[in-house]
């Protein structure tokens, strides 16, 4: 008992570096993210409660709080649908192109929001490629929420595609073939023995995407239109409120979002060890 | 970790004996056609349309538009931030997966949870908070004006904001993969009389090299592109505090649509780099 403790001791010092990396990190951490993020808690703007709760609880703050959620959800949920039908087809199937296949998925990763949001309003616009079938048929995309819900799917899908996909990947093939030789159909195996094991999986890619959702910016700026009350959203009512040098407004609204995403960072962090749990 | 995709290698499938657990050929086709188009929709034809409505008016615009003196100080601009913000961030990264993977104590949950926090912010709010901080009603704001310092609307606030933004990347990219590689092959370095910066370079960094490189590219993939952040705190100075993506929609509200996709396509471009990049990296560490 004695010596393993030592020897726990002692590993803990033969590696050098632990002061300098430490102290450098933490320094780092501190300046660039923690000082800066802690101006909006013990704010400069002289942000008192009662002006909190008054830009908190207006009417045009509201509708953009649930005009970012309720479209982040709804992108979040189809990206859920979708991604699983991506991530199986590229697990379970060997077809040409797949390398492509594969690589494209992380093209919104890498793509600049900024030229997302352009492209996809230039698609889905009433003059545009898609846009002008839509138009004749009655729907519009571009200006609406719809606009908003398309643009934060295409930003989400890597996410849900990449946290399935590994689980896929490793989920033991012995259970289905014992559900098959029971008499289980095919449909009803995915049913009742493979989709059970990719439930904390889509639910941290929902999550993941949700949250990423909420806060984009540059993607959604252009095919939302940005009215206010019908398709503006917080971070823009944030971007706006500082234009108009409202430091306190936007600190207020910012304060709310960053509630939300702390709340949904807690949701993905204790999914993602659930998932770790199940999958053991 | 709300923000990053991991490095994704694909493992080998084993091959499945009994025909009773595959789907029929007819049902495979379906589903695979159906993601192709699923795929096509929503990620291909995005950049098809950048490529052609940058080209729509063919390539003398085009080409008019990425030599115009305010595309090109924009570009470099970019360049610069990248450049500055990306080594920072690299060094951060390394240095911080190297105290919480090589070493414990406690709260080590905590501060790898604090690392993540920029990817759950949203860029509006990194930007905000450096405006809050420097700008003219901020808490440095007054000193900074009674000394001439411009730090808002000027190359330094797009500098802090960009590394806010990206400041996980590195870190993220290393910490599982060193976690995996565990301590012993560093001890055995050490007890075989190696130095620390020699255990590193010799030991640690040739482990570490594709995840490390993986991890750049992300982040200089978005600090090049960062949008939400940098344009709270640039101020939109032509020629001055506009980068690339501020570039893009600067044309794209001037409603000249072909040079603003034309500037587009040098960050699809970026994108598409960062993408081959890494599909070569990720069969790199299969071997």
Redesign the interface.
């Known amino acids: 008992m004695n010596a393993v403790t030592n020897t726990t001791a002692a590993?803990?010092r033969?590696?050098?570096?632990?002061g300098?990396?430490?102290g450098?990190?933490?320094l780092?951490?501190s300046l660039?993210?923690?000082?800066?993020?802690s101006?909006?808690l013990f704010?400069?703007?002289g942000l008192s409660w009662a002006k909190f709760w008054d830009v908190a609880t207006d009417a045009r703050v509201l509708a953009s709080y649930r005009v970012s959620l309720s479209t982040a959800a709804a992108a979040a949920f189809v990206d859920a649908i979708?991604g699983l039908?991506?991530a199986?087809?590229?697990?379970?199937?060997e077809?040409p192109g797949k390398?492509i296949?594969?690589?494209?998925?992380?093209?919104?990763?890498?793509?600049?929001?900024?030229?997302?949001g352009?492209?996809?309003t230039?698609?889905y616009a009433p003059n545009g490629?898609?846009g002008s079938w839509l138009e004749p048929l009655g729907l519009k995309v571009a200006f609406t929420p719809l606009g908003i819900t398309l643009a934060l799917?295409?930003i989400g899908?890597?996410?849900v595609v990449?946290t399935v996909?590994?689980v896929l990947?490793d989920l033991d093939?012995d259970a289905?073939?014992a559900?098959?030789?029971l008499g289980a159909g095919?449909l009803r195996?995915f049913r009742k023995v493979i989709l059970p094991e990719l439930i904390p999986p889509l639910l941290t890619g929902f999550?993941?995407a949700l949250?990423?959702g909420?806060?984009?910016?540059?993607s959604v700026v252009?095919i939302s239109g940005n009215m206010p009350m019908r398709t503006e959203i917080?971070?823009?009512l944030?971007?706006s409120k500082?234009e108009q040098?409202d430091?306190a407004g936007?600190?207020a609204v910012?304060l709310l979002?960053?509630l939300i995403?702390?709340l949904?960072?807690l949701v993905?962090?204790t999914l993602?060890r659930w998932a770790r749990k199940t999958s053991r | 970790m709300a923000g990053t995709v991991p490095l994704y290698v694909p493992r080998p499938q084993k091959n499945v004996s009994s025909p009773a657990a595959t789907e029929s050929a007819a049902v495979k086709w379906i589903l695979i056609t159906a993601a192709g188009l699923v795929l096509f929709w929503l990620i291909a034809l995005p950049l098809i349309v950048v490529l052609t409505e940058a080209l729509k008016k063919g390539w003398d615009v085009y080409l008019a538009a990425l030599t115009d003196p305010d595309a090109r100080s924009a570009l470099r601009l970019t360049l610069l931030v990248a450049v500055i913000t990306v080594p920072l961030n690299t060094l951060f990264g390394v240095s911080a997966a190297w105290a919480v993977t090589k070493f414990r104590f406690r709260g080590k949950g905590f501060l790898i949870t604090l690392i993540d926090l920029p990817f759950a912010v949203s860029p509006v709010i990194g930007g905000l908070i450096f405006v809050l901080v420097f700008g003219a009603h901020g808490w440095f704001g007054p000193w900074l004006s009674a000394h001439d310092i411009k730090i808002v609307f000027a190359l330094p606030g797009i500098i802090l904001a960009t590394l806010f933004v990206t400041f996980p990347f590195v870190a993220r990219e290393l910490i599982p993969l060193m976690e995996d590689q565990g301590t012993q092959e560093e001890e055995a370095a050490i007890t075989l009389g190696a130095r620390g910066w020699q255990v590193f370079f010799r030991v640690t960094l040739p482990n570490i090299k594709w995840g490390l490189l993986y991890g750049i590219i992300l982040c200089n993939a978005r600090a090049m592109g960062e949008f939400g952040a940098v344009s709270v705190v640039s101020g939109h100075i032509r020629g001055e505090t506009n980068t690339l993506p501020l570039h893009v929609e600067i044309l794209y509200n001037e409603y000249q649509f072909s040079a603003s996709f034309a500037v587009a396509s040098l960050l699809l471009l970026l994108a598409l780099v960062t993408m081959i990049m890494k599909s070569w990296l990720s069969r790199k560490n299969v071997h």
Request: aromatic share 14%.
């Open positions: 590993k803990r033969v590696l050098p570096g632990f300098l990396t430490m450098c990190s933490v780092y951490l660039v993210v923690l000082l800066p993020l101006a909006l704010n400069s703007t979708l039908l991506l199986w087809v590229l697990v379970r199937y077809f390398r296949f594969d690589a494209l998925i992380d093209l919104p990763f890498a793509l600049p929001t900024a030229v997302a352009v492209s996809l230039a698609l490629w898609i799917m295409f899908i890597p996410f990449r996909q590994p990947e093939r289905e073939e559900s098959a030789t095919r195996t999550a993941l949250a990423r909420i806060g984009e910016f540059g252009f917080a971070p823009l944030i971007m500082l040098y430091y936007a600190t910012a979002l960053l995403s702390f949904l960072l993905i962090n993602q």
